[in-house]
């Protein structure tokens, strides 16, 4: 299937708009002085947001279309990848590349190098999923405007906690804007790409690879950020996720 240049641009500027949180978060974590309790209710509603965004429309929608095994298997794999990069970029020092997963603080270069590009790796990873579900949900006629706006605000506490850390490990202020503008810029491209090369895909595979993407996000939320949102958190940060979860659904009865 050919793809006309308005088509890519088009889907160059939704990824865009799903990279948009990650340049809030980083502005706020910054230049602010935000405690951890109110970074771990931000996370708890981005988790939620995050996890509706992959049950209500990314695995649904594989579902519908390749069967539950094939995406059953597809989640998996995709889990399996995330997981296993991220234990691999652990050894290097991006284990705590977030604030607070276990309120252990970022390493410093001088504690370990290397440790920057680790964490840089590590925050990399944590947006190619997203990159991969919304370059094939954009090959849906209907665009998905849940989807992008649950990325967009999941992202938001994402850069906001790592970027917190960062200065915390005494990380220069070009270092984390160079970063996390290279992570949205290559988010968004990502994006693009995506749409363009899952367009010439056989019907079975975009599906199969959107629960692919739907996987490494459940294990990213898994294993980034819930274990920040609930540490040393609100009483009812349980809540809050469930709260982020019912936006979406409430977006998604809107839009859809």
């Not at 949205?184 to 993407?213: E, K, S």
């Not at 490494?216 to 009812?236: D, G, V």
Request: proline share 5%.
């Amino acid at each position: 299937m050919s793809t006309s240049a308005s088509e890519v641009w088009a889907a160059l500027a939704l990824g865009a708009v799903s990279s948009a949180g990650l340049l809030v978060g980083v502005i706020a974590g910054a230049f602010s002085r935000i405690p951890h309790h109110r970074i771990a209710i931000a996370m708890s509603v981005g988790a939620g947001l995050l996890l509706a965004g992959v049950s209500l429309k990314v695995t649904t929608d594989a579902i519908r279309i390749a069967g539950p095994v094939a995406v059953a298997l597809s989640l998996l794999l995709g889990a399996a990848a995330f997981s296993a990069t991220n234990a691999l970029l652990a050894r290097f020092g991006a284990a705590h590349r977030k604030r607070c997963g276990e309120c252990v603080q970022q390493p410093a270069e001088s504690q370990q190098p290397g440790s920057g590009v680790a964490i840089a790796l590590g925050n990399a990873l944590d947006a190619a999923p997203e990159a991969m579900v919304l370059g094939v949900a954009l090959r849906d006629p209907v665009v998905p405007i849940a989807l992008t706006i649950a990325f967009s605000l999941s992202n938001l506490p994402v850069a906001l906690s790592s970027t917190a850390g960062m200065r915390a490990a005494g990380r220069s202020y070009s270092y984390i804007f160079l970063l996390w503008i290279a992570i949205a810029i290559g988010a968004a491209v990502a994006i693009a790409a995506g749409y363009v090369g899952f367009g010439a895909l056989g019907g079975a595979w975009p599906p199969r690879l959107q629960a692919f993407g739907a996987g490494a996000l459940l294990a990213m939320a898994a294993e980034t950020m819930i274990p920040e949102a609930f540490h040393n958190s609100p009483r009812f940060s349980g809540l809050l996720a469930a709260f982020g979860f019912v936006l979406l659904l409430l977006v998604d009865a809107t839009t859809g």
